[in-house]
Structures are given as C-alpha cells and as structure tokens.
C-alpha cells in the first residue's frame, strides 16, 4: 500500500461537484456524495428530478450552451451522468474558467457518436464487431451484402435502452428499419451480428494519473434491448473474467479524463470478446456494486473525479443479482405493478430496494432496482425466483 497523506487527498470542505443530469445515476452518486462529504449540484430540465431529494437541482438542459455556463460558474469540478450533453459548450467552460472537467469533453464527444467510439477503439486493437457507416440505401446494400441476415442497423447518437437499435432480418425490412431510426440523414451505422452466448459487462474506475481498476465481471441479461438483471460473479470460468476484465482496461486506457466507465460485451462461443458500447459514468450494470463491493461505483466516480486514490473493488459478498424494476403499464397501475415487485422484495432477505421516484412510470422505462445479495449463486438465484419468478427463468 503506497501511503497518500491526507493533504493529497484533499479534504472537500465545502468542495461542489457539478453533475450534468439528475436521474437516478445522479442521485445515487448524490447519497455517496453525501456521505462522502461532496456537495452535489445537478444540471437537469426535469423538474423535481430523481437527483433532486439528494442533491441541489438547477432546472435546465444539460444540452444547452448558456445553462451550461452558468451551472459551471457555481462548481469545483463538472462530471457527467449522461453522455447526450453538449462536449462543446464543456470545452468552453474547462477552457474558460479553468474548470476541471471529468471525462474530458474529448471523451465525452467521442463516445456520444457509437460509430466514431468503434472506430476509436477498433484502431486502438479493442475487439468489436464488424460495421460501417451507413448514410444512403447504396451503403444500407453494401452493409446487408458483407454481413448477411440478420443485421443490426443503429443510430450513431443519442441511443439508450435499444431505442436507436432496429434488427435487420431480410433486405425486405431494411428500408422499415431505416425509417424506425429517423431516416439515412439521422446518422446510421450497420453491425455485424453477434451471436453471443452471454453478454458481461465491467465497470472500470480511472484515476486522473490514467491508471484503471476493473470491478468484477458480471453478466447482464437484456430483454427487448433493455437491461433486466445482472449476475455477480458472472457465471463464466475465471480465465473469461481475467480476459473481459482486460478487454475492458484496454478501452479505458485509450480515453482521457477520471471517472468510472461501463464497458458492455459480447462472449462468443468460441469464447472470445467483443466490445459492444462503452459509458463514461456510472452504469446500469454496475448498481450491485452499491451493496456486493468494497466500493460502489459511485464512490468510485468521485474518488477519480475529484483526485482522489480509487477504492478496492473487489466483491465482499460471494454472490449479488440485480433485478431492475421496469414500469409495466401507464400512470398509477404502473405504479402498483411496481409496488407489488418491491413488496416482494422486502420479505426476502439479503434484498435491498431501490426506488427511484421518477415522475412518470411508463412501460419499459426504469423505475427502481432491488439487489439481491446472498451466500451462494443458488441462493441468490432462487431469491430472484421469489422476487421475479420470469426474470429467475431468464436467466436460468
Ligand atoms: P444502452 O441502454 O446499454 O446504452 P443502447 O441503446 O446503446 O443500450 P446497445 O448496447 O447498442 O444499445 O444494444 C442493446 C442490446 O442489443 C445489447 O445489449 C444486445 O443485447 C443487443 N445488441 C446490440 N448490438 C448487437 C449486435 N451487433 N449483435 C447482436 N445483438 C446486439
Ligand atoms: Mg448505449
Ligand atoms: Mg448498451
């Protein structure tokens, strides 16, 4: 253990974290900060966000230039919890005021745009899948004739939970599944499909001297392109996790800037990897570090952000499964729906509850999680049937 006096980690006094968005990854980096010390201000135009109970909202869009500024006047240091933000107006202000910013707006541009984040690591010799630009029916035809049917067909920006994402099944539903992502002039790109045996996904915390720290791997099961549970350990032999831990390390290391990053991948069968996407913040997939590691993820985020030595990572539990809660329906029968999954949560032990008081509920959109932590993979597994009986099948 090298030994760091306090001075060099500064203390925070009365130190203001400037967070760009204020959901739910906002508020849970809000409740470490708390703990931790920090004062968290967060830039988001929802009003009463999920943030908002823990942290100080300004009211504003983190994509607006003008807000921006003046968010960045009030803080220390500027982090992200959403990627879709405006990199330029972040150039300005680091430029301006002298404001450390945390991923650098470099990293944070690159990675906004999914086909210049491939290319960036496809050269850097990362693994991904096979892909190309796709800005016109002659290119949607080239990229049907190198990778065959199916294909997937994604929007270059703004994506999450599959939203920018179409299946391309036969050349007979390509010009529908342009259409579903806006049209040719939206940004596209075409990807080879993956015929995964399972998805992982490492978090990874990078100091500002550009070392890393892989967390666990886990393994993250999706349903229609949204993330549902994630397994900790992931089930797969140690030499996979040792590998996916370094495919993950090797694609940190080619970005700037601290924080913590999610890199989502595909195991093939023949056991390699391959990078799908990679997020410059705390992660879905990385919520069960909250109860199952030595350090959350979030706690991760603001010791890289601010400087500071990053903590263990290692898991303190021998097995952790996270379920999220996804809204079923519209309004208050969403609400209940909800409610029911929680009320089961709470009668079994080793769940935790998260909640993240959200507005709206709404079909498909996360609402809250429960980590389930437990003595053996079995166990957590059958706690998972007693919570959610389908997502236990799933991923049986
Ligand atoms: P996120 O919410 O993780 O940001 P996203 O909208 O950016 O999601 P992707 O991560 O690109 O979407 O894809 C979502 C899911 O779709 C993946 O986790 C995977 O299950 C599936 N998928 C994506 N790309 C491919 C591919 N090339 N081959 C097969 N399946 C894929
Ligand atoms: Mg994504
Ligand atoms: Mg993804």
Same mark, same amino acid.
């Given at each position: 253990m090298h030994s760091t006096s306090i001075s060099d980690v500064g203390l925070p006094r009365a130190a203001v974290l400037g967070v760009l968005g204020g959901g739910?990854?906002?508020?849970?980096?809000? +409740? @470490? &900060?708390?703990?931790?010390?920090?004062?968290?201000?967060? =830039? *988001?135009?929802? !009003?009463?966000c999920p943030a908002a109970v823990v942290a100080k909202q300004t009211l504003g869009s983190f994509r607006d230039p003008v807000k921006i500024r003046k968010f960045a006047e009030g803080v220390d240091?500027?982090?992200?919890?959403?990627?879709?933000?405006? +990199? @330029? &107006?972040?150039?300005t202000v680091a430029?301006?005021?002298? =404001? *450390?910013?945390? !991923?650098?707006?470099?990293?944070?541009?690159?990675?906004?745009?999914?086909?210049?984040?491939?290319?960036?690591?496809?050269?850097?010799?990362?693994?991904?899948?096979?892909f190309m630009?796709?800005?016109?029916?002659?290119?949607?035809?080239? +990229?049907?004739q190198a990778f065959g049917f199916p294909f997937m067909l994604k929007a270059r920006r703004l994506a999450y939970d599959g939203r920018g994402n179409a299946v391309v099944r036969s050349r007979e539903e390509l010009e529908g599944a342009v259409e579903?992502?806006?049209s040719y002039g939206q940004g596209l790109y075409a990807e080879r499909w993956a015929s995964f045996v399972k998805e992982l996904a490492v978090m990874v915390g990078r100091s500002r001297d550009g070392s890393t720290m892989a967390f666990p791997?886990?393994?993250?099961?999706?349903?229609?392109s949204i993330l549902l549970v994630t397994e900790a350990p992931a089930q797969v032999p140690p030499e996979t996790q040792r590998r996916a831990q370094e495919v993950a390390e090797q694609a940190v290391a080619c970005l700037d800037g601290a924080g913590v990053f999610g890199v989502e991948m595909f195991l093939l069968a023949d056991g390699a990897l391959l990078l799908n996407e990679m997020a410059p913040r705390p992660h879905n997939s990385g919520h069960y570090t909250i109860e199952a590691c030595a350090t959350s993820q979030y706690?991760?985020?603001?010791?890289?952000?601010?400087?500071?030595?990053?903590?263990?990572?290692?898991?303190?539990?021998?097995?952790?499964?996270?379920?999220?809660?996804?809204?079923?329906?519209?309004?208050?029968?969403?609400?209940?729906?909800?409610h029911e999954v929680m009320a089961r949560a709470y009668?079994?032990?080793?769940?935790?509850?998260?909640?993240?008081?959200?507005?709206?509920?709404?079909?498909?959109?996360?609402?809250?999680?429960?980590?389930?932590?437990?003595?053996?993979?079995?166990?957590?597994?059958s706690r998972l049937a007693a919570i959610d009986p389908s997502a236990a099948a799933a991923l049986a």
């Open positions: 739910q990854l906002g508020k849970m980096l809000a +409740a @470490d &900060a708390a703990r931790m010390g920090i004062k968290i201000e967060v =830039l *988001d135009p929802t !009003p009463n240091v500027l982090t992200v919890e959403i990627e879709h933000i405006d +990199a @330029d &107006a972040l150039d430029a301006d005021l002298g =404001l *450390d910013v945390e !991923p650098t707006p470099s990293t944070l541009r690159l990675i906004q745009d999914k086909l210049v984040q491939k290319r960036h690591f496809q050269a850097a010799g990362v693994p991904v899948a096979d630009g796709v800005d016109d029916p002659a290119a949607a035809a080239a +990229a049907a579903q992502l806006g791997v886990v393994e993250t099961l999706h349903q229609n706690e991760q985020h603001l010791r890289a952000v601010m400087g500071w030595p990053l903590g263990a990572t290692d898991l303190a539990v021998p097995a952790c499964i996270m379920l999220n809660i996804l809204g079923e329906a519209d309004g208050e029968e969403g609400v209940q729906r909800a009668q079994v032990p080793g769940a935790s509850v998260h909640w993240y008081g959200k507005a709206e509920v709404a079909p498909q959109r996360k609402v809250g999680h429960v980590t389930i932590v437990a003595p053996s993979a079995a166990e957590a597994r």
